[in-house]
């Protein structure tokens, strides 16, 4: 069955960028629906058990493997996407990572001077403030400490975040699976929530299968929540599911052929993280889970940075290598636990195809010089976490992918990229995208403030597109 | 029950979860927790191809023997040592399974026992909620200003931490990439260094970059081992111990280096401390401080900041360094600034290695093949302009060969080709300093005045910092191109009669610093060698012995004292540790109290059946040693029985 609703865009995705991209156009009075594969949680229901937060969360069930396995990807599966399940970290672009997109794209406004405007009103609309140091958990001392004692430079995280009231020992490491205050600046209680007030129609538990360009406007058709399939249509369609959401969906509705570089040029900030086993507690569960980032001129230049993080304890046991009593043993040791993760800025790109079932597939590798990039970045955790008293430091068992970059990268040359400098995909007129699948490359600093600026950017354009 | 399971892919996941969750004390076994009882909310979301694998895995898993389970995770926790694509199945084993066992294990419990067990506290709350606890803000350690020398002593102090704890392995890796920064990078290192002194390119690459290199694969291959901890001998009468040396860090280092090699002498000695766990304040000196240079290829081979701090100035920021007390400082320079660091630092007990001046004497007997030595001459006299702490600055020639070896020394000099090079097709550059000019020129104005005749380069102007190649011929005791350290492109010729006269004339210095032979009998050469009053002894060669970095490097009388380079140098950068180590037991040792008539009189029995040279005396100790550990415990329990008096 189908539906006869025309609408001005139709949204694929409640993610950052979707929900920034939607705000805007229904601001400027289009009419929009927004459709989402994951479900409408708020901060009564989110999941607190960690099995039912990362099944009901994420794709996959929690992560999806890249083809060799060496990489656990995580991808958010939720209205409000990412910014219901990360750190609400927020870092602009730096001149490295612009002057690197430019050459990559040749499109000359992604500069940090064209993007600061927009970095401006994304704070305008969302509530950005500096991590409060002073309440600091143990982790994050080991981490200051430890930088301190090498001589390595770091900074106080920026967080879209409102009153956290860490005074009342509140761990925002609970955050990872919702705020259950409202706190930090997800999508459903920020820019989505004035978009749905605005008279945004939002379908949530829909996943889009389909979509196609029919006469003057767009097809999108999908399976709803109650197993139906159910197609909507449009003048315009913004993709903002995210790199693996809509490389998938390009190439399930055949638009291989007509973009050539579709699926490529993936890329996801590989992190691996250490553990720092001490004789005293640290509680890094405890507090905000992070207040520092590594600010070093040198770990930057070698393409690599430092995050003060911690995780879980399902997590940790998989960080944690072997098994049996031995395992279980240093499980118990969580609470006197440091950890700290290298990022690494990946140079060689991955590539995103589709099963014959439909699921995504994932290749993507380290080359040599990011292997280099994690083995430096390795060496500095493990100076930093002994410096500062770790009786044993281990490297964790498995590496992880949660920046899902690129795919439909920005570019002019139709043959090497997907998306144009007008947002919309190389001779597909009214089929946008803004969200991080338009990356250009790694920029090797947290995507969401860029995403986020970029939508509002994008959107700019497309309002004036559809008035036209 | 399992909806998505059938019974034997649930019999399979408890048997996989027992092994990899067995139970440990107040944490129950996997199967005994029942979180099993979750699996069906994981399996629903996975993607079906990881599901169907999943499912599979686990029937095969439940008809596996327990030992093979083990075997299989343990296997998937080497998968880094395996080839692909063996290794990409085993991780998905690995995340697969797990992933599925510790996300049911540590994620799905509802009473919380689990977490409770692991103390895991994390909980968001508003505010005024009976759960709030009451979290104290912590403020940050304020920070003062200091003055230099100050920060980068507690920088480098600092750093100390993590260098000590890494392993001497771990610490070579460092100097590994180092070296591999300085081989690529020697061009650029060249230009700097010809920029501050003003040496050929080839003097640049062949002592200070082949040098370096050279000395830090020295300190890759062999540091290791040299810096391991020893066993060494225990004597019988400390039977059932065992005695180690342990070559431990020192802590902060203070290298200050010499213009004359500012590249060589500042890695080497940095080096030498970073393998040996020290960290280092590293002042260069201000005629060559290669500024920013070093801060950057230490950053390359990716140090910790903190390692090496550097500090710039003249002497009086070097005083200033070290009056923060160092818990070593190695000098590199002249003998009157070693003797003030050392006058500085004696009320404080600061050890000091001092690599001080040099009056280097090069003695050729008649027997040589004139050529050779004329050749090595003229390279020992004028590597680096002259300007070397070992450069040859007396040449004894033995009289039957004096003028053959004068005239083909003349004319190899005549046609030495000198500039400041860009291409290395230069023999000889300038002077660095010209403090250093003028003091060339005042004894060289000695020698003419009291004599002597030049035979190359006498068209100087006194002034320039191309000196030219400076042979002087006729040359007394008492001039001072043949007592004081020239330190310039300087050749005094002095001849000898016999192998005496040679090592009274090579002796005849303050300094002591090295010297070389030259001569066809070697039974000679080694017996002047070791007469000479020197740190170091090339035979039939000319600065060789620095050119190894196997050999310590230092001298004797006013050239310094202490050594470095080698195994021996390097343990010069450590301290080195003696540990004996004993069992814990109930024995009282037999040189413990109590002391009395009986014990002396079977310690006496012991010590002569120890020391005394006799045969079967090996028997006597044992019976004497039985005999005194007996009595000694019986008199230890005795004397507690007593009352204290």
Not at chain 1, 425 to 435: E, K, V
Not at chain 2, 353 to 359: A, N, P, Y
Not at chain 2, 370 to 396: F, K
Request: aromatic share 8%; net charge neutral.
């Amino acid at each position: 069955m189908s539906e006869s609703k025309f609408y001005d865009a139709v949204i694929v995705g409640a993610g950052v960028s979707g929900s920034f991209v939607a705000n805007e156009l229904v601001g400027a009075g289009l009419r929009c629906v927004m459709l989402e594969a994951g479900k409408d949680f708020d901060r009564h229901t989110y999941p607190r058990r960690e099995v039912d937060a990362n099944s009901v969360l994420y794709w996959g069930g929690g992560v999806e493997l890249t083809k060799d396995a060496a990489l656990a990807l995580i991808r958010p599966k939720a209205v409000g996407g990412g910014s219901i399940v990360n750190q609400a970290l927020l870092d602009r672009f730096d001149d490295l990572a612009f002057d690197s997109w430019r050459e990559q794209s040749g499109i000359p406004f992604l500069s940090r001077s064209d993007f600061d405007p927009w970095y401006d009103k994304v704070a305008e609309r969302i509530s950005i403030r500096k991590i409060p140091e002073e309440y600091r958990n143990g982790n994050a001392e080991v981490f200051r400490r430890g930088f301190e004692l090498n001589g390595y430079r770091c900074a106080p995280l920026v967080r879209a975040q409102g009153d956290c009231h860490f005074e009342c020992g509140n761990s925002c490491i609970v955050c990872l699976s919702g705020c259950p205050i409202d706190s930090k600046q997800s999508m459903p209680v920020t820019v989505l929530k004035s978009a749905r007030a605005n008279g945004l129609e939002l379908i949530s538990e829909f996943e889009v299968l389909r979509v196609e360009q029919r006469g003057d406007g767009v097809e999108v058709s999908g399976r709803a929540a109650d197993g139906s399939t159910v197609t909507y249509r449009g003048r315009a369609l913004i993709l903002a599911a995210g790199a693996i959401g809509n490389s998938r969906l390009l190439l399930l509705s055949g638009f291989a052929s007509r973009l050539p570089a579709l699926g490529q040029n993936f890329y996801t900030h590989p992190q691996y993280m250490s553990l720092g086993f001490y004789d005293q507690p640290i509680h890094a569960q405890r507090g905000p889970l992070q207040t520092y980032k590594s600010d070093d001129a040198g770990f930057r230049r070698n393409g690599f940075k430092l995050e003060n993080v911690f995780a879980p304890p399902v997590s940790v046991a998989m960080l944690v290598p072997g098994f049996g009593v031995a395992h279980m043993k240093r499980m118990r040791k969580i609470t006197h636990m440091a950890c700290i993760e290298v990022a690494v800025r990946d140079t060689n790109p991955g590539r995103i195809r589709v099963s014959s079932r439909g699921t995504p597939i994932v290749e993507k590798q380290l080359n040599d010089e990011d292997r280099r990039r994690r083995d430096l970045g390795q060496d500095a955790i493990r100076n930093i976490l002994l410096s500062t008293g770790a009786r044993e430091v281990i490297d964790g068992e498995i590496a992880i992918g949660l920046h899902l970059m690129g795919g439909c990268n920005l570019g002019t040359d139709p043959g090497r990229s997907v998306t144009s400098p007008e947002f919309h995909l190389h001779g597909l007129g009214n089929i946008y995208a803004a969200d991080s699948s338009v990356f250009p490359n790694a920029p090797g600093i947290n995507p969401s403030f860029t995403i986020m600026a970029m939508s509002l950017l994008a959107a700019d354009r497309i309002v004036r597109d559809l008035r036209a | 029950m399992s909806a998505a399971l059938s019974s034997t892919q649930l019999a399979g996941l408890q048997k996989v979860g027992d092994v990899l969750i067995p139970g440990d004390g107040n944490l129950r076994s996997f199967s005994a927790s029942g979180c099993a009882a979750n699996v069906d909310v994981m399996l629903v979301h996975m993607n079906p191809e990881d599901r169907d694998g999943i499912q599979l895995l686990l029937g095969v898993l439940r008809f596996l023997p327990r030992f093979a389970v083990r075997g299989l995770f343990r296997l998937a926790g080497a998968q880094q040592k395996m080839p692909e694509p063996l290794a990409a199945v085993l991780r998905q084993i690995n995340i697969g399974v797990k992933g599925m066992v510790m996300t049911l294990y540590y994620g799905a419990e509802e009473g919380g026992a689990v977490q409770h067990a692991l103390g895991w506290d994390a909980q968001v709350v508003e505010p005024g909620s009976p759960q709030a606890r009451r979290v104290e803000p912590l403020p940050l350690p304020e920070a003062a200003e200091r003055p230099p020398a100050v920060l980068a002593f507690e920088r480098a102090r600092a750093g100390q931490r993590s260098l000590r704890a890494l392993s001497v392995r771990e610490r070579m890796r460092y100097l590994g990439a180092l070296r591999e920064v300085v081989l690529e990078r020697r061009e650029e290192i060249i230009d700097r260094i010809q920029q501050d002194t003003g040496k050929t390119r080839s003097d640049a690459l062949i002592s200070e970059i082949f040098g370096v290199l050279d000395n830090l694969a020295w300190l890759e291959k062999r540091g290791v081992k040299a810096l391991a901890e020893r066993k060494q001998h225990t004597p019988i009468a400390l039977m059932g111990k065992t005695s180690w040396t342990w070559y431990e860090p020192l802590g902060t280092i203070l290298v200050i280096a010499p213009w004359n090699y500012p590249f060589y002498q500042a890695v080497v000695p940095i080096a030498c401390a970073i393998a040996a766990g020290s960290t280092v304040v590293f002042k260069p000196s201000e005629w060559t401080p290669l500024r920013g240079l070093l801060e950057d290829l230490f950053a390359a081979a990716r140090f910790a900041p903190n390692w090496v701090q550097i500090v710039y100035g003249d002497g009086a920021v070097g005083a200033e360094l070290v009056a923060q007390r160092p818990d070593k400082i190695f000098f590199t320079g002249s003998t009157r600034t070693g003797k003030a660091i050392l006058a500085q630092v004696a009320p404080d007990l600061i050890p000091v290695e001092l690599e001080l001046g040099g009056k280097d004497a090069m003695i050729v007997f008649d027997d040589v093949d004139v050529e050779r030595a004329a050749a090595g001459c003229a390279w020992g006299a004028l590597t680096t302009t002259g300007q070397s702490c070992t450069s040859v600055e007396r040449v004894y020639v033995q009289r039957g060969i004096y003028e053959a070896f004068r005239s083909v020394l003349v004319d190899r000099v005549q046609r030495i080709k000198q500039e400041i090079d860009r291409n290395g097709d230069a023999d000889i550059g300038a002077m660095t300093a010209d403090f250093q000019v003028k003091i060339v020129a005042r004894h060289v104005a000695d020698a003419k005045e009291k004599g002597a005749s030049i035979l190359t380069g006498d068209a100087w102007d006194g002034q320039s910092k191309l000196i030219p190649p400076i042979v002087i011929d006729g040359v007394r005791d008492d001039m001072l191109v043949a007592r004081e350290e020239t330190f310039g492109p300087v050749i005094p010729l002095i001849p000898f009669d016999d192998e005496a006269e040679a090592i009274r004339l090579a002796n005849d210095s303050p300094y002591g610093l090295t010297a070389s032979v030259w001569s066809r009998d070697l039974q000679r050469a080694k017996r002047v060698g070791h007469a000479l009053e020197v740190g170091g002894v090339s035979i039939n060669n000319v600065m060789a012995t620095e050119a190894n970095p196997a050999l310590p490097f230092g001298g004797v009388k006013q050239s310094g004292y202490g050594r470095y380079k080698g195994e021996h140098g390097l343990h010069a950068f450590c301290n080195v540790k003696s540990v004996l180590i004993d069992k814990d037991a109930k024995k009282i040792e037999a040189n413990w109290y109590p002391y009395t008539e009986e014990k002396y009189r079977l310690f006496t029995a012991l010590t002569r059946s120890l020391f005394a040279a006799r045969r079967l005396s090996l028997i006597q100790f044992a019976l004497a040693g039985l005999r005194l550990e007996r009595y000694s415990n019986r008199a230890a329990r005795d004397r507690q029985k007593t009352p204290p008096s």
